[in-house]
């Protein structure tokens, strides 16, 4: 096979395609988050299982996946708090799935609105109505798509970049590391809202600007912790052995390192959508969001705009506010338990 | 848009952009309040203390913040929020700074608060010759600079000719004396204007007169922002005493001026880059005045004890403009407006899907007039209305037959194609901190869906930049109107349109029509004033009839101020007239301060609510910034 390659070669795509088939079978389990808590078995001796026991790899790795997903869970379980809040985010996730079902695209419309401007609340408009005369209900309740897309996809986005330029950095090192993590100091010293407010200003106003402007100005946090994990990872011994079977940067990043850092990833990826839905919902406020959908911060600005703080119509302004809260809360319990259970250094429940 | 802005005519973004900026700074800080203690974000957290402190100390640390200050001073305050471009008059072109140039230098002329007919300002009597183009005017003899000095006809003489020498000192009013051959000052109560050809603005001159002798001493009125050496000398009924940018205007009486002077012992003008906030300084008796209300807090300041709200015909216009093809005077073509909307059939078929009563009902919450021709009714003399069958009404369904008869059917999708295939799709501009556009812009894109037309609405903090290289198909365009019209005409000739297509014209909307610049040159040497009338009238038609803007509503003058500290104001026109944004000094050269010295402590019960409002989320914050501050506190060590 590869063993007459020499250690930091880099990978031929030949070699690594193969390479990996043969490790890929136990170790390529992305987003499964036990490999966190035992990398080292996972590529054990991977020429000799992938060859011997072929048709069982799949049986045998799935029964690990089970297993490892139970233990997962019964470990979150013990978390009372990331169970509240996951209790929380299914019950928002339901809302917002079927609310086109029993609203539908109808509440935004101007031109059809059922009530008259700024109603207080009442049997038939039971957050009352925005100056248009729409329910304050529906269009919360619609709301709630947009704030989850962004929030979801921005976080996404920044944590994919941050983990590329994290193991990209780390795996490399030397000048290359420096300069890469020079720029993401920048990025981190930068104040990401006034960078945000920056990207959505000069681009066109759409849900994709916000997304992009979020995505591009939050990375920094996760590509430091996710190349100081790489580094750890990297010392490792069996690092060095894949190196030896011939095993390119391109393999080690991705079959080694990438599962390796995927819990911290993870739990990075559900703290940072509450960044993301607030920052979206700051954004919005601001003026700065897609003035023709509907979003908690559209909400809170079309509030200030109409002149409701003053007016003392809290029923316009606290709903969105709570809702931005609850949600950003639910998030952060959930990514908080997250956390706790795949992170070994916090392996003591708090 | 914004540099074009004459005088007293303030075109919407002007406000709009300065309004943008305070947008930002009480919106990132109220937000911080919120996300501050949330966001996981090192540069936000600490904007959440001072944010929180804000509110609180405030008004203790702001300058003369009671209006009746320790000393028994009466003070009236006035919330603006635009930003002021300069204190040179031949420079400003804010609202705010030309209101301001009212109080503190006297103009030829001045217009009546009762129906804006002119009346003798620094000038008491006036007469052309009889080959209309030599005026000669007489200066008022009792007339003293503040700094003592006798104001005369020389210093009106050296204001003219200065703008017409030197094109720098003409960028704020130069439209006034592009057409004047000579300005000479026989004697120190004599001012005689030679023009090119006659000119119907003679008597609307609405040039700020300066000293002479403080003013010969500047070298480039380009960069002369008149901003470091106070008080600042003028002959008005104030004058400035202080002046930090977006802080703070201070002016006192001129106990001289010859009106009469004013009863307040100060007048301030100070920022409040938030609009609720202004209306809150108000509930709590730290302002006098407020203006700019939207429908809800009119509403609510209209049940407050001590307040009075003042709904007052406006004298703007909001209207809908088309891009009729952008052309330079050399005859280029620029820009990117829509194809499609050259057809007048088409812009016919866009005016008759938009209802416009609904817009004054729904969006100004009554708070407007409902648009007809392009002059606000208040200047009833020049107001027009399209009769029988030139109007264009609400008829979806003629809309829809207009679209089918310009060749735009319907396809299976509901959607308009032209001959080409292509779907129907319009773009319109919107000022982004405008609240009335956005909430136009989305009736529109359901009245014009419904006929099978996209609309995008593009808002923009900086509408200027893509209107001026026509770069749009429709926009919101708003223009406040003077007593004398010919400003708001002229932007609407072929002589207004940008020479070149790199270069900047006075035009609004790029129209050229043959027929109307012939209207306006018959109109602005038309000396009598029916004669005159009937030919703005014309006009209002001839512009009606091309289909390139449509009117939409006359947004009111929606403000409020407190009646334990103004016991009286004068509004203009004195009927139902408005305060801020006067042609002329009236309402607060008019303003007579209450007896009581009324430290105001009635709150209403609506800011109750709001308090309430504000302390849940607050403990709301709190909470969540203990969580947080635990969580972190836990999890220090893995960190980086």
Same mark, same amino acid.
């Given at each position: 096979?590869?063993?007459?390659?020499?250690?930091?070669?880099?990978?031929?795509?030949?070699?690594?395609?193969?390479?990996?088939?043969?490790?890929?079978?136990?170790?390529?389990?992305?987003?499964?988050?036990?490999?966190?808590?035992?990398?080292?078995?996972?590529?054990?001796?991977?020429?000799?299982?992938?060859?011997?026991?072929?048709?069982?790899?799949?049986?045998?790795?799935?029964?690990?996946?089970?297993?490892?997903?139970?233990?997962?869970?019964?470990?979150?379980?013990?978390?009372?708090?990331?169970?509240?809040?996951?209790?929380?985010?299914?019950?928002?996730?339901?809302?917002?799935?079927?609310?086109?079902?029993?609203?539908?695209?109808?509440?935004?419309?101007?031109?059809?609105?059922?009530?008259?401007?700024?109603?207080?609340?009442?049997?038939?408009?039971?957050?009352?109505?925005?100056?248009?005369?729409?329910? $304050?209900?529906?269009?919360?309740?619609? +709301?709630?798509?947009?704030?989850?897309?962004?929030?979801?996809?921005?976080?996404?986005?920044?944590?994919?970049?941050?983990?590329?330029?994290?193991? %990209?950095?780390?795996?490399?090192?030397?000048?290359?590391?420096?300069?890469?993590?020079?720029?993401?100091?920048?990025?981190?010293?930068?104040?990401?809202?006034?960078?945000?407010?920056?990207?959505?200003?000069?681009?066109?106003?759409?849900?994709?600007?916000?997304?992009?402007?979020?995505? %591009?100005?939050?990375?920094?946090?996760?590509?430091?912790?996710?190349?100081?994990?790489?580094?750890?990872?990297?010392?490792?011994?069996?690092?060095?052995?894949?190196?030896?079977?011939?095993?390119?940067?391109?393999?080690?990043?991705?079959?080694?390192?990438?599962?390796?850092?995927?819990?911290?990833?993870?739990?990075?990826?559900?703290?940072?959508?509450?960044?993301?839905?607030?920052?979206?919902?700051?954004?919005?406020?601001?003026?700065?969001?897609?003035?023709?959908?509907?979003?908690?911060?559209?909400?809170?600005?079309?509030?200030?705009?109409?002149?409701?703080?003053?007016?003392?119509?809290?029923?316009?302004?606290?709903?969105?506010?709570?809702?931005?809260?609850?949600?950003?809360?639910?998030?952060?319990?959930?990514?908080?338990?997250?956390?706790?259970?795949?992170?070994?250094?916090?392996?003591?429940?708090? | 848009?914004?540099?074009?802005?004459?005088?007293?005519?303030?075109?919407?973004?002007?406000?709009?952009?300065?309004?943008?900026?305070?947008?930002?700074?009480?919106?990132?800080?109220?937000?911080?309040?919120?996300? +501050?203690?949330?966001?996981?974000?090192?540069?936000?957290?600490?904007?959440?203390?001072?944010?929180?402190?804000?509110?609180?100390?405030?008004?203790?640390?702001?300058?003369?913040?009671?209006?009746?200050?320790?000393?028994?001073?009466?003070?009236?305050?006035?919330?603006?929020?635009?930003?002021?471009?300069?204190?040179?008059?031949?420079?400003?072109?804010?609202?705010?700074?030309?209101?301001?140039?009212?109080?503190?230098?006297?103009?030829?002329?001045?217009?009546?608060?009762?129906?804006?007919?002119?009346?003798?300002?620094?000038?008491?009597?006036?007469?052309?010759?009889?080959?209309?183009?030599?005026?000669?005017?007489?200066?008022?003899?009792?007339?003293?600079?503040?700094?003592?000095?006798?104001?005369?006809?020389?210093?009106?003489?050296?204001?003219?000719?200065?703008?017409?020498?030197?094109?720098?000192?003409?960028?704020?009013?130069?439209?006034?004396?592009?057409?004047?051959?000579?300005?000479?000052?026989?004697?120190?109560?004599?001012?005689?204007?030679? $023009?090119?050809?006659?000119?119907?603005?003679?008597?609307?001159?609405? %040039?700020?007169?300066?000293?002479?002798?403080?003013?010969?001493?500047?070298?480039?009125?380009?960069?002369?922002?008149?901003?470091?050496?106070?008080?600042?000398?003028?002959?008005?009924?104030?004058?400035? /005493?202080?002046?930090?940018?977006?802080?703070?205007?201070?002016?006192?009486?001129?106990?001289?001026? !010859?009106?009469?002077?004013?009863?307040?012992?100060?007048?301030?003008?100070?920022?409040?880059?938030?609009?609720?906030?202004?209306?809150?300084?108000?509930?709590?008796? /730290?302002?006098?005045?407020?203006?700019?209300?939207?429908?809800?807090?009119?509403?609510?300041?209209?049940?407050?004890?001590?307040?009075?709200?003042?709904?007052?015909?406006?004298?703007?216009?909001?209207?809908?403009?088309?891009?009729?093809?952008?052309?330079?005077?050399?005859?280029?073509?620029?820009?990117?407006?829509?194809?499609?909307?050259?057809?007048?059939?088409?812009?016919?078929?866009?005016?008759?899907?938009?209802?416009?009563?609904?817009?004054?009902?729904?969006?100004?919450?009554?708070?407007?007039?409902?648009?007809?021709? =392009?002059?606000?009714?208040?200047?009833?003399?020049?107001?027009?209305?399209?009769?029988?069958?030139?109007?264009?009404?609400?008829?979806?369904?003629?809309?829809?037959?207009?679209?089918?008869?310009?060749?735009?059917?319907?396809?299976?999708?509901?959607?308009?194609?032209?001959?080409?295939?292509?779907?129907?799709?319009?773009?319109?501009?919107?000022?982004?901190?405008?609240?009335?556009?956005?909430?136009?812009?989305?009736?529109?894109?359901? !009245?014009?869906?419904?006929?099978?037309? +996209?609309?995008?609405?593009?808002?923009?903090?900086?509408?200027?930049?893509? !209107?001026?290289?026509?770069? =749009?198909?429709?926009?919101?365009?708003?223009?406040?109107?003077?007593?004398?019209?010919?400003?708001?005409?002229?932007?609407?000739?072929?002589?207004?349109?940008?020479?070149?297509?790199?270069?900047?014209?006075?035009?609004?909307?790029?129209?050229?029509?043959?027929?109307?610049?012939?209207?306006?040159?018959?109109?602005?040497? /038309?000396?009598?004033?029916?004669?005159?009338?009937?030919?703005?009238?014309?006009?209002?038609?001839?512009?009606?009839?091309?289909?390139?803007?449509?009117?939409?509503?006359?947004?009111?003058?929606?403000?409020?101020?407190?009646?334990?500290?103004?016991?009286?104001?004068?509004?203009?026109? /004195?009927?139902?007239?408005?305060? !801020?944004?006067?042609?002329?000094?009236?309402?607060?050269?008019?303003?007579?301060?209450?007896?009581?010295?009324?430290?105001?402590?009635?709150?209403?019960?609506?800011?109750?609510?709001?308090?309430?409002?504000?302390?849940?989320?607050?403990?709301?914050?709190?909470?969540?910034?203990?969580?947080?501050?635990?969580?972190?506190?836990?999890?220090?060590?893995?960190?980086?």
């Amino acid at each position: 096979m590869t063993i007459d390659k020499t250690p930091p070669n880099p990978s031929e795509s030949g070699d690594s395609s193969e390479a990996s088939e043969a490790s890929g079978s136990l170790t390529e389990m992305p987003g499964t988050p036990t490999d966190g808590t035992a990398p080292p078995q996972t590529t054990g001796a991977p020429a000799a299982t992938a060859k011997a026991a072929a048709p069982s790899a799949s049986s045998l790795m799935w029964a690990r996946r089970r297993a490892s997903v139970s233990r997962f869970w019964r470990q979150y379980r013990t978390h009372r708090a990331g169970l509240i809040g996951l209790a929380g985010l299914a019950v928002i996730a339901l809302i917002a799935l079927t609310s086109p079902l029993f609203i539908g695209g109808d509440v935004q419309s101007v031109t059809d609105a059922p009530g008259t401007a700024l109603e207080s609340p009442s049997g038939e408009f039971p957050l009352g109505t925005d100056q248009f005369g729409r329910s $304050l209900l529906g269009l919360l309740i619609w +709301g709630a798509r947009i704030s989850l897309v962004v929030g979801l996809l921005a976080a996404a986005l920044s944590v994919a970049i941050g983990t590329l330029v994290g193991i %990209v950095a780390g795996h490399f090192g030397g000048w290359f590391a420096t300069v890469v993590m020079r720029i993401t100091d920048w990025f981190l010293v930068m104040p990401a809202l006034v960078l945000a407010i920056v990207l959505a200003t000069v681009m066109s106003r759409s849900i994709w600007t916000v997304i992009l402007a979020i995505g %591009v100005t939050s990375w920094p946090t996760t590509a430091r912790l996710v190349r100081a994990q790489t580094i750890a990872i990297e010392s490792r011994p069996y690092i060095e052995r894949a190196r030896a079977l011939g095993g390119g940067h391109g393999h080690v990043m991705t079959r080694h390192v990438l599962p390796n850092v995927m819990p911290l990833v993870l739990a990075q990826t559900t703290l940072g959508i509450s960044t993301a839905i607030l920052t979206e919902a700051t954004l919005a406020f601001l003026g700065l969001g897609d003035p023709s959908v509907v979003s908690w911060g559209g909400m809170l600005q079309d509030a200030r705009e109409a002149g409701a703080v003053s007016s003392g119509h809290w029923w316009y302004l606290a709903p969105p506010g709570i809702a931005i809260a609850v949600v950003a809360l639910a998030f952060t319990l959930c990514g908080r338990a997250i956390e706790a259970v795949l992170n070994p250094k916090l392996g003591v429940s708090r | 848009m914004v540099t074009r802005i004459p005088p007293r005519t303030t075109r919407q973004p002007t406000r709009q952009r300065s309004r943008f900026r305070h947008f930002l700074a009480s919106g990132a800080v109220a937000t911080a309040m919120v996300a +501050g203690s949330v966001i996981p974000l090192g540069p936000l957290l600490p904007a959440a203390p001072q944010a929180q402190a804000a509110p609180l100390t405030a008004p203790r640390t702001a300058p003369q913040a009671a209006p009746a200050a320790a000393d028994g001073k009466k003070v009236l305050t006035v919330a603006v929020d635009q930003s002021i471009d300069s204190l040179s008059p031949f420079l400003a072109q804010t609202l705010v700074a030309t209101s301001i140039f009212r109080l503190t230098n006297e103009f030829l002329t001045n217009y009546d608060p009762k129906d804006a007919h002119t009346i003798p300002g620094f000038a008491t009597k006036w007469a052309s010759s009889a080959d209309k183009l030599t005026w000669t005017f007489t200066i008022r003899s009792d007339s003293k600079w503040s700094d003592g000095k006798p104001a005369t006809a020389e210093d009106a003489a050296w204001t003219f000719n200065k703008m017409m020498t030197d094109p720098n000192a003409a960028t704020a009013n130069g439209n006034f004396t592009s057409n004047f051959k000579k300005v000479t000052a026989p004697d120190a109560t004599k001012l005689v204007i030679e $023009l090119k050809k006659p000119q119907a603005t003679m008597t609307a001159l609405d %040039v700020p007169i300066v000293p002479k002798h403080v003013w010969e001493k500047v070298d480039d009125f380009s960069k002369f922002n008149n901003d470091k050496k106070f008080p600042i000398v003028g002959n008005g009924p104030y004058v400035i /005493e202080d002046f930090k940018v977006d802080q703070y205007i201070r002016l006192k009486p001129n106990k001289d001026f !010859w009106r009469g002077a004013p009863k307040f012992d100060e007048l301030v003008f100070r920022y409040y880059k938030d609009k609720d906030a202004a209306v809150a300084a108000l509930q709590k008796g /730290e302002v006098s005045f407020v203006s700019g209300l939207t429908p809800a807090q009119a509403a609510a300041l209209g049940n407050a004890d001590n307040i009075k709200v003042n709904n007052a015909p406006g004298r703007r216009f909001f209207a809908l403009a088309t891009n009729p093809g952008a052309k330079a005077k050399d005859g280029k073509s620029f820009g990117n407006g829509h194809k499609a909307l050259l057809d007048q059939n088409v812009r016919k078929a866009l005016f008759h899907a938009v209802d416009r009563k609904t817009i004054v009902e729904k969006v100004f919450q009554g708070n407007a007039v409902e648009g007809q021709g =392009y002059i606000p009714p208040r200047f009833d003399s020049y107001f027009w209305e399209p009769s029988g069958s030139q109007t264009i009404d609400y008829d979806p369904a003629k809309a829809a037959t207009l679209l089918d008869k310009a060749g735009y059917k319907k396809n299976s999708g509901g959607k308009r194609v032209g001959k080409d295939g292509k779907p129907l799709n319009f773009r319109i501009l919107c000022h982004a901190t405008d609240p009335n556009d956005k909430a136009v812009g989305k009736y529109l894109q359901e !009245w014009w869906g419904e006929l099978g037309i +996209g609309l995008k609405v593009e808002c923009l903090d900086n509408v200027s930049d893509p !209107w001026l290289a026509g770069n =749009y198909d429709l926009a919101f365009d708003g223009w406040s109107v003077n007593p004398d019209p010919d400003f708001v005409l002229s932007i609407h000739t072929c002589a207004a349109l940008p020479a070149t297509a790199e270069d900047t014209g006075a035009t609004d909307n790029f129209i050229c029509d043959k027929k109307f610049d012939d209207l306006y040159a018959k109109q602005a040497v /038309e000396y009598d004033t029916a004669k005159r009338t009937d030919l703005v009238k014309q006009m209002q038609s001839r512009l009606y009839d091309t289909g390139y803007m449509n009117v939409m509503a006359y947004p009111n003058a929606v403000e409020a101020y407190r009646t334990d500290q103004i016991k009286s104001i004068t509004t203009m026109p /004195e009927a139902a007239g408005n305060l !801020w944004g006067q042609d002329g000094y009236w309402s607060w050269w008019s303003a007579v301060p209450a007896d009581g010295t009324g430290e105001a402590s009635s709150d209403s019960g609506s800011s109750t609510g709001t308090i309430i409002g504000i302390g849940a989320a607050a403990v709301v914050v709190v909470a969540l910034g203990i969580f947080f501050a635990i969580r972190r506190r836990s999890t220090a060590e893995d960190r980086e």
